[in-house]
């Protein structure tokens, strides 16, 4: 049995939504907006990939058994 990672089911699918509207929206901002706030968008979209790694990572681990003494 594998572990959970520290994500719910529901806060990776809104994960997921953040780390895709925010990686769309970075080429739009940087093409419409002549200032660098697009570059934001990129930050935030790799923070949020980030997390999202780390919970596949934490959920690919094995489970730790646990024997009675």
């Known amino acids: 049995m594998r572990s ?28 419409l907006i002549d200032d660098a706030s697009w570059f934001f968008a990129v930050v935030v979209a790799g923070l949020v990939a980030t997390v999202i790694i780390a919970d596949d990572a934490q959920r690919r681990q094995p489970e730790t058994a646990s024997y009675p003494e």
């Open 4 to 31: 959970a990672g520290f994500l719910s089911e529901r806060q990776r699918r809104f994960a997921w939504l953040g780390f895709l509207l925010a990686a769309f929206q970075a080429p739009l901002a940087a093409k």
